[in-house]
């Protein structure tokens, strides 16, 4: 069984930065991708940036130039940095881990960003 553990959610001001982390509980690069994805209140689910194990990186429209994906392979552990954060950005932030051969992806439980005005 695979497990993805979120952290690093919380309360920021705008403008303010997060770095939330993402911990698996087997090797990151046994995945094809791993990616954010974020889910704001009455919205749908809506990816926010992935990296794969080839490290081609993506970002939605709504991250590019202020969040940025990253990895820590002897840490098995994928970080999103955040900055200059927007009130739009509240959401809870999940992190998933996705094997293209079996078909299948990963997720965590989630952590919450509330970003005040």
């Known amino acids: 069984q695979v497990h993805l553990v979120e952290s690093g959610g919380g309360l920021v001001q705008a403008g303010g930065s997060l770095r939330l982390s993402c911990t698996v509980s087997e090797g990151i690069f046994s995945f094809n991708a791993m990616a954010w994805y974020r889910r704001a209140p009455e919205k749908e689910r809506e990816l926010v940036a992935t990296?794969?194990?080839?490290?081609?990186?993506h970002y939605a429209d709504s991250a590019k130039g202020r969040f940025f994906i990253s990895r820590d392979g002897a840490r098995d552990t994928v970080y999103l940095q955040m900055n200059s954060l927007k009130p739009e950005d509240t959401a809870v932030y999940y992190c998933?881990?996705?094997?293209?051969?079996?078909?299948?992806?990963?997720w965590g439980q989630g952590t919450q960003v509330t970003v005040s005005s």
């Open positions: 990296i794969t194990s080839g490290n081609k990186i």
């Open positions: 998933s881990a996705g094997d293209y051969v079996l078909g299948v992806e990963y």
